[in-house]
């Protein structure tokens, strides 16, 4: 099993980036997905995440109103629409997939994608 993150860059405050989470090995239709985020020198942190059905989403508040999860089951594939940057928003990406407890504890996660670069220059 191989979540495969990729869409990260160097953007400008105020741009926009669409990251991308393909998954391989396994169909994660009925699976939470999520991503993370950790910036140098601080823990990894939650960022968003949606249910398999898609019918729920989930957003840290630093994020809310700026960024959008979605899936498309039929790609195996979730995506991150990241946009209005900010400098705090630098930090590597990762997506992970989860089917049990709390969708913002990256404990609660089992699979997780090697982690794309976000930089954001000001």
């Known amino acids: 099993v191989q979540l495969q993150a990729s869409g990260g860059g160097l953007v400008q405050a105020g741009g926009s980036l669409r990251l991308s989470c393909a998954a391989s090995?396994?169909?994660?239709?009925?699976?939470?997905m999520g991503w993370f985020r950790q910036a140098p020198g601080k823990e990894r942190e939650f960022v968003a995440a949606?249910?398999?059905?898609?019918?729920?989403?989930y957003y840290a508040d630093s994020v809310k109103g700026r960024f959008i999860i979605s899936r498309d089951n039929a790609k195996n594939t979730v995506y991150l629409q990241v946009n209005s940057l900010k400098s705090d928003d630098t930090a590597v990406y990762y997506c992970?997939?989860?089917?049990?407890?709390?969708?913002?504890?990256?404990?609660?996660?089992?699979?997780w994608g090697q982690g794309t670069q976000v930089t954001v220059s000001s």
């Open positions: 992970a997939a989860g089917r049990i407890g709390s969708y913002d504890q990256d404990r609660d996660y089992i699979y």
């Open positions: 090995g396994r169909t994660f239709d009925n699976w939470r």
């Open positions: 949606i249910l398999g059905s898609a019918a729920r989403t």
